[in-house]
């Protein structure tokens, strides 16, 4: 299996199918990644499909001995996401049913009830990551979904190690509390 | 033996187990005698198994077909812009529309420009007639048109097709509908 940095120089050279490796590789992050920033599938499909026409045109830049090719593509991310959350109209977007519906029914070997109490939690978790403020919302996500270390999500939002990890720090606090009152809610 | 400032610095790194032996064995030794750090690492380790709750989507196949339709934007820049033979066409036209012009003005401009020809130019002062004239803009012109109508009309026909051909199967991200 050849390595992102191998297959990013062959994308530098045109090669499609290095491309189509490194979309097959990234393709399902990327895309969850934007999901759980803005809630919005539709938007979150346009931004997965900008990033990678990004990497694209930008492939011959790729400096693979400053950075990995990893936080390249989350910087890549971070820039379009930050174009985004500063129009502020997508951050209010409430969660599209659709995808709801459709994972109900793909999970349907579970009982019934299960499923609702299931759905019924992670509806809870996606209202309660949205009403995070947009940066603390982001390193979180880097750090919890996308496996990013403090270290590199500094690098890929470019700010201080320090200041990524009071993000998260704080980010938790607040999830955390915004998770009790909205489980209290429903209790 | 850490104190709470460093475990708590260390407490994401320690759950997510990116830290080196030495330095997970201080933070679990300082975890087991501190009963504040204990708290913090068990709101930590209850917001991160809540997070764990927000499922992946899948990414839908027509995604790649999409960015592949963008990744040569010189090429669909090409494919916008008409072919050589139609441009021609319509030059071929706009040549037209000129001499026709030319026809209706011929007696307003040729007449003044007759006059003050150069002593040498005589004989073409002599032979200037303006039906000879009128003939001569219509004979070119018809034969323009003759010649390019049919091949305009038939290359834009094929034009069309291919094209709509060429966008088949790639959907447009502004135009696709919901899946």
């Known amino acids: 299996m050849k390595e992102d940095r191998e297959l990013i120089a062959l994308c530098a050279r045109g090669d499609e199918d290095a491309f189509t490796i490194l979309y097959h590789r990234y393709k399902s992050r990327l895309l969850n990644y934007f999901y759980r920033l803005f809630g919005n599938r539709e938007r979150a499909e346009e931004l997965m499909q900008e990033t990678f026409v990004r990497v694209w045109r930008a492939a011959p830049k790729f400096q693979g001995k400053e950075a990995t090719f990893r936080t390249w593509l989350y910087a890549i991310s971070h820039h379009l996401a930050a174009s985004q959350l500063r129009k502020r109209r997508y951050l209010s977007l409430p969660l599209s049913k659709e995808s709801e519906e459709e994972h109900l029914s793909e999970t349907n070997a579970v009982p019934l009830e299960q499923q609702l109490i299931k759905k019924e939690e992670e509806e809870i978790v996606k209202r309660s990551i949205l009403r995070l403020p947009p940066r603390q919302r982001e390193v979180i996500l880097l750090r919890h979904y996308e496996g990013l270390t403090c270290r590199e999500i500094s690098d890929v939002v470019g700010c201080p190690l320090g200041t990524a990890k009071t993000r998260f720090h704080h980010g938790i606090k607040k999830l955390h509390t915004i998770l009790k009152t909205e489980l209290h809610n429903r209790a | ?179």
């Open chain 2, 1 to 179: 033996m850490i104190d709470c400032k460093k475990c708590l610095e260390g407490l994401s790194d320690y759950i997510y187990r990116q830290l080196p032996p030495q330095q997970m064995s201080a933070i679990e030794a300082h975890l087991s005698i501190c009963a504040s750090c204990q708290e913090e690492y068990k709101i930590l380790s209850y917001t991160l198994k809540m997070l764990n709750k927000w499922e992946d989507i899948k990414v839908e196949p027509y995604c790649l077909a999409a960015i592949r339709a963008r990744l040569h934007p010189e090429r669909q820049k090409r494919s916008r812009h008409l072919p050589s033979y139609i441009q021609v066409g319509v030059l071929v036209s706009i040549g037209v529309i000129v001499l026709n012009l030319l026809f209706g003005i011929q007696g307003l401009i040729v007449p003044p420009l007759l006059e003050h020809l150069p002593a040498g130019w005589q004989s073409i002062q002599e032979a200037y007639s303006p039906l000879l004239l009128i003939g001569l803009l219509l004979s070119v012109g018809g034969i323009l048109t003759l010649f390019s109508s049919p091949i305009l009309i038939m290359k834009m026909i094929t034009f069309r097709s291919i094209s709509t051909e060429q966008r088949g199967g790639i959907p447009n991200d502004k135009s696709r509908t919901k899946h």
